[in-house]
């Protein structure tokens, strides 16, 4: 009879239970993927984060912001068009947040 090893990394995030817990092969990402044998929930170890750091981000905007298009920003980084100007519409967004704020309040 197979001895189950206890892994420090896997734990059960819905029930918490760090034993029956086996592997249950990979995502579409490459990595890793468990079940709890007890409450039979299927979850990734140490997940890959598919977010930009807010320095790319940033870099992006000023780029885009001091006369190159989005899809020249795009080929410039490596990235997307479509998450440039993404950015830059959700960040169009919050300053017209913030400008509305302003006026209702009737600083500045």
Known sequence: ???ERI???RRCPKCGRRENQIKAGYNRSGTKRSVC???KHK???NGKTREYSTEVKNEAMRIY???VSGRGVGKI???SKANVLN???KSKKSEDAV????NKHGSI
């Open 1 to 3: 009879m197979k001895k």
């Open 7 to 9: 892994e420090e990394n």
């Open 37 to 39: 044998k007890e409450c």
């Open 43 to 45: 979850y990734t170890l």
């Open 65 to 67: 912001y001091s006369g």
């Open 77 to 79: 980084l490596g990235m």
């Open 87 to 89: 950015w830059i519409k």
């Open 99 to 102: 400008d509305k704020r302003k």
